[in-house]
């Protein structure tokens, strides 16, 4: 099958120049290395990094987010395809300091495809596990909304984006601990009563703080199980960056000069005719 699109997905922390003169244009620079048709960068917070977009990435349109948060999700898309950019505030789940959903429709080839990019509720307390099950839980839900609104066919509906699965921790019992892979599996099902899938991901971790911490699994695409994807290696899902690096030293250098979260790149294959 041949390409339809391809989407690039990030998480650059804080994202600005963070008194390291270059970071912006290196991150920058990295992401057009991937070449991707829409690309989501989460955490948006610096000026600059409009200025370095524009310059290294003119061929795209740019989209982002707005509202009491610091930190916004900003989107581009390429020029030559057409999409329409609407904020989702009510997957900020009646907290306004919680980040909007960034809902983006591309059409290819006369076929619509529906992107909604998110950033949930992290921590591992009682209110950060509610929070951020409630914004996923609304965005498996909103396939049924989009799907009443096509007269012909399942809907064409993706999320993803950094969903910062890390489960709970009880403060006195810790037995009764919601662990991570609790908090995955119930996203799993709950995506395929849906009929929807979590994508496999060709590395096992997306962040790793450069400490003691070990890396884990916080990001995520979810997508109708009728869409085609290509695989990388058997995976629908290529995480880039510092999980792909060998060396400790330079997977180092690289969470600190960049981010602490992989990339996920993923492209969509035109259906079957």
Not at 75 to 82: A, H
Not at 110 to 136: A, E, N, Q, W
Not at 224 to 232: E, L, S
């Amino acid at each position: 099958m041949a390409k339809a699109f391809s989407v690039a997905s990030w998480n650059v922390e804080h994202f600005k120049s963070q008194g390291v003169t270059s970071r912006v244009e290196d991150v920058v620079e990295f992401l057009a290395e991937q070449r991707p048709n829409v690309f989501a960068l989460y955490e948006v917070e610096g000026k600059e990094v409009f200025g370095a977009l524009t310059t290294l990435m003119p061929e795209y349109t740019f989209h982002i987010t707005e509202g009491q948060q610091v930190q916004q999700i900003l989107l581009g898309v390429r020029t030559r395809i057409t999409a329409f950019f609407t904020q989702k505030t009510e997957f900020r789940s009646g907290v306004s300091l919680l980040r909007p959903g960034a809902l983006l429709t591309v059409k290819i080839d006369g076929v619509d495809y529906t992107l909604l990019f998110l950033h949930t509720k992290s921590g591992t307390d009682p209110r950060g596990l509610g929070l951020r099950d409630d914004m996923l839980e609304r965005a498996l839900d909103f396939a049924a909304t989009l799907q009443r609104r096509v007269e012909d066919g399942p809907v064409n509906y993706i999320f993803l984006g950094d969903f910062n699965i890390m489960g709970m921790q009880y403060r006195y019992v810790r037995e009764r601990d919601i662990i991570a892979t609790h908090e995955l599996r119930k996203l799993e099902q709950g995506a395929k009563r849906r009929k929807m899938k979590v994508l496999d991901k060709d590395e096992p971790n997306t962040w790793w703080g450069g400490g003691k911490l070990a890396p884990s699994n916080l990001d995520f695409v979810v997508a109708r199980d009728h869409i085609p994807f290509k695989k990388f290696g058997g995976s629908e899902v290529s995480v880039r960056g510092w999980p792909k690096i060998a060396e400790p030293a330079k997977q180092l250098r690289w969470v600190r000069e960049m981010s602490d979260h992989g990339l996920l790149f993923f492209e969509v294959q035109r259906p079957q005719q």
